[in-house]
């Protein structure tokens, strides 16, 4: 069957639109501030529950906060539904979040009934892990030929929270190097197609 | 492969993946109609709980599933797609979670679970039902449009615990926006803006 100059056109925008998807999620675990704002537009909007408003602002409130609130996240996307009409277009995107929570804020994150029944009953007895299932439904514009986000509204479908059963020191565990951080130290920054050429010109 | 050739397989595996994702959208949302567009009419569903035609089987299971479940969550990561003319076949890993209503505890756990954890979490209404696998699935094409034609469930492995949900404190307060059953679902009034 023969492909139309339209489907082509579908395809690009999918690679782009996913590609800012991911984008925000590696902006948001390595705490990347300069990074998040390039997924927004500057007039986006992001009505995310704990902070609804201006994505450039929610990008400022988020970044710093999720490092006040939280040791360690991972924000997996998994399904991703897109529809695109044009300049604009609708994705669906399945979430699966991780937390690990610091100590000192289990009280304020998880409130009084969570910690009366689970407090220090891991075997991290500090750490506790916090778990959100929902989904991002956005709205995407293209501008001058680039696919920003200029709504996201986030919806819960579950959350889970448990008292951590994390092993660093033991076991196969102790095995497991390295492991990831916030900010540029972090291996995802030096994992570029410019060190996939260095290292075949090295063979 | 020719660019014609890499062409038409891209625009297939787009619309293949569309498919398993309106699926799964089909299913969490409970929209019937919906979800008979993902098979085709003589399409086959073997899903353990049940097998048969696919499109009884969308009537069995969006009944059913709001039946069992309080709230479902399905899905999809790797998608692994081989294409091949006007047929396809692909492997999806699934993970799914669903809150399971207290009525259905036994039907869905057994007795061994519902004594040892059932309701013994922080909500002692709901338990958490985890299961992971994959689809298995052949697609045709037809006058240009992909859907099932038979679908295989395969079950790796799943995980049962009481529910730690918060809805009511701490950080949980901010959440306002909670997905539904139904066409309430916020993802209905989203369209392209």
């Keep these: 069957m023969a492909v139309s100059d339209a489907d082509i056109e579908d395809l690009i925008a999918r690679r782009d639109i996913y590609e800012v998807l991911t984008r925000y999620s590696r902006a948001l675990d390595r705490a990347d501030v300069e990074l998040m704002k390039t997924v927004y537009w500057p007039d986006g909007i992001d009505n995310h529950g704990v902070f609804n408003g201006n994505a450039a602002e929610f990008a400022e409130f988020i ?15 998994m399904n991703c539904h897109i529809d695109v009409d044009g300049d604009f277009a609708a994705a669906e995107t399945y979430l699966f979040a991780y937390h690990k929570v610091r100590a000192e804020k289990a009280d304020e994150i998880f409130g009084s009934r969570y910690m009366a029944m689970f407090d220090k009953k ?26 920003r986000i200029l709504k996201r509204q986030v919806v819960m479908d579950w959350n889970d929270n448990r008292p951590s059963g994390e092993i660093l020191d033991q076991g196969m565990f102790a095995t497991l190097e390295p492991r990831g951080e916030r900010g540029h130290g972090d291996l995802v920054f030096s994992n570029t197609p410019e060190a996939a050429r260095k290292l075949e010109a090295a063979e | 492969m020719s660019r014609a050739a890499a062409l038409d397989d891209l625009v297939a595996r787009r619309d293949i993946r569309a498919v398993l994702t309106r699926y799964c959208r089909a299913l969490d949302r409970a929209d019937l109609d919906l979800m008979k567009t993902v098979y085709w009419p003589d399409g086959v569903d073997v899903h353990g709980i049940f097998e048969g035609n696919a499109h009884e089987f969308a009537d069995y299971i969006i009944r059913e599933i709001q039946v069992f479940f309080e709230m479902g969550t399905h899905c999809l990561l790797n998608c692994h797609i081989d294409v091949d003319g006007d047929v396809a076949a692909s492997e999806t890993y699934l993970y799914s979670v669903c809150r399971v209503r207290p009525a259905q505890r036994e039907a869905i756990f057994g007795s061994r679970f519902a004594e040892l954890s059932g309701g013994k979490g922080l909500e002692t209404d709901r338990d958490l039902f985890i299961m992971a696998g994959r689809y298995l699935d ?55 803006s």
């Design chain 1, 63 to 77: 970044v710093r906060e999720i490092q006040n609130w939280f040791e360690v996240t991972m924000h997996g996307l």
């Design chain 1, 122 to 147: 891991g075997l991290d007895p500090n750490h506790h892990h916090f778990y959100f299932g929902g989904r991002y439904l956005d709205q995407l514009e293209r501008r001058d030929g680039e696919w």
């Design chain 2, 138 to 192: 052949r697609f045709q094409r037809r006058d240009g449009e992909w859907r099932i034609s038979r679908r295989q469930v395969i079950h790796d492995w799943n995980d049962s615990n009481a529910s730690n949900q918060i809805m009511d404190q701490g950080h949980f307060l901010t959440i306002d926006t909670v997905g539904a059953w139904g066409k309430s679902d916020p993802v209905y009034a989203m369209g392209p």
